[in-house]
């Protein structure tokens, strides 16, 4: 399996390229003179953002609080080019208590089941990792808003509205 690693990176972020509604997200690595590019499911960055937080409230003392996160937030836009090195097919999580640092991998498939394939681990301190899933979390929330009716994604010109039979709002 070819894996590319960032310990520590320069920079780790999500980010996406497109209108609301036809939005593609990718994960960006930057370090040692190298930039990875991967594409990745809107609800996998939502999830992957909630368990990251989770992660870390339940390490207590040691997890950086949002104040401090606030502080190392990343807003600028992703690096160009934007060229994704593969599409992510499973993300994994893991808490490295020796190092107090969070662990990142995104696989193109799963691991358990193919040896070949490509992976990018990323390690974060608890600050980084804060600061990277509240841009997570921020970013999901970006997209179209949602229907006051049913919670669909509202698109420009309106929906087809389950909760109203059908009719378009």
């Given amino acids: 399996m070819a894996i590319s690693d960032f310990d520590p990176p320069e920079r780790f972020v999500a980010g996406t390229v497109g209108p609301p ?5 990718f994960l960006q690595a930057r370090g040692q003179g190298r930039l990875v590019s991967v594409s990745i499911e809107k609800v996998q960055v939502s999830i992957l953002a909630e368990r990251i937080s989770d992660l870390l409230d339940s390490v207590g003392g040691i997890a950086a609080s949002d104040a401090v996160a606030e502080h190392v937030a990343d807003t600028e836009a992703l690096e160009t080019p934007i060229e994704d090195e593969f599409r992510v097919d499973t993300v994994s999580l893991a808490w490295d208590e020796s190092r107090s640092s969070v662990i990142i ?3 193109d498939r799963d691991p358990e089941q193919d040896a070949e394939g490509e992976a990018v681990r990323v390690v974060l301190d608890p600050t980084h990792a804060r600061a990277f899933a509240r841009r997570c979390q921020a970013i999901v929330a970006a997209g179209r808003p949602p229907c006051p009716f049913c919670g669909q994604p509202l698109d420009p010109e309106g929906h087809i509205c389950p909760r109203a039979n ?3 709002r």
């Fill in 21 to 25: 509604g036809g939005r593609t997200f």
């Fill in 105 to 107: 991998e995104c696989h």
């Fill in 166 to 168: 059908g009719y378009k």
